[in-house]
């Protein structure tokens, strides 16, 4: 805590004005390297509380509900920092032996602090998705040694990109697609009013209905080009400045609007 106080003071008052501008980036960029590394601290306690069942003492089922109550993290937070934890912290035997992490390349790339807590997060999830059974363990940790190589030096948005085609590469038959019947149980819908007046909506669609919401979506909500006339008369193209999401939404709110306008409509002619 002292340090740390100190060395807000130092740059609080003042303490950068002497630095050239480059000596300005190499502070900052080593005070990013401290904040890669800080979640190691994390990683520790969550062992620590796992392993001495912490979140039992404090009546919570899980450690992201203990998270949740005891540090106020949102769900997803907790979530992310339990599945961090799990991915690339340290790990004991039953025997009481230590173990090198689930991922000790993306490991040890945090401990060095050359990747950021959303990379970290980026390659967890792309590996999670190659741990089901029956895929070639090669390729599986092929996967794992091209995304901690260039982890370090693609941008996050990249590295999402390059997370996907790597995971296409190791598992290209994708995930074993859900019956019917497991679909059909998994359905659900929720829509609620928040406090500012919008509407939250999340869920997970059968494929039939899906897919039935994607024809009808798909077309209204594709790129449209106003055109805006100059005194000239010359004509210019707008376009569509809207990204992808408010289209969808836009598309949402012209299905809506003819579903409605269609109970005033006769049934036929």
Request: glycine fraction near 6%; proline fraction near 7%; hydrophobic fraction near 40%.
């Amino acid at each position: 805590d002292d340090v740390f106080a100190e060395l807000v003071e130092t740059v609080e008052t003042g303490g950068l004005d002497q630095l050239a501008a480059d000596q300005k980036v190499v502070v900052w960029q080593r005070f990013e390297t401290l904040r890669n590394r800080l979640p190691l601290v994390d990683h520790n306690l969550i062992a620590h509380a796992e392993a001495t069942d912490l979140a039992e003492t404090y009546c919570s089922s899980t450690l992201t509900r203990f998270l949740v109550q005891v540090l106020q993290l949102s769900p997803t937070e907790a979530a992310s920092r339990v599945r961090a934890a799990a991915a690339v912290g340290p790990r004991t035997s039953m025997l009481g032996e230590q173990l090198e992490p689930v991922l000790p390349r993306l490991a040890a790339l945090q401990r060095s602090g050359v990747v950021s807590v959303e990379k970290v997060q980026i390659v967890e999830r792309a590996m999670h998705k190659l741990t089901r059974p029956g895929l070639n363990p090669e390729a599986v940790d092929t996967a794992e040694q091209l995304l901690t190589q260039y982890a370090p030096v693609l941008a996050p948005v990249e590295l999402r990109r390059y997370a996907l085609s790597v995971v296409d590469a190791a598992d290209p038959d994708g995930p074993e697609p859900i019956d019917d019947q497991q679909q059909h149980d998994r359905r659900h819908v929720e829509l609620k009013q928040r406090r500012d007046g919008m509407w939250q909506l999340a869920g997970k669609l059968t494929n039939t209905v899906g897919a039935q919401l994607n024809a009808i979506l798909d077309p209204l909500s594709k790129p449209r080009t106003t055109t805006l006339e100059g005194e000239d008369g010359q004509i210019t193209p707008i376009p569509d400045a809207r990204p992808h999401g408010q289209r969808l939404h836009d598309g949402l709110d012209e299905m809506c609007a003819r579903v409605l306008k269609m109970a005033d409509q006769p049934a036929s002619g």
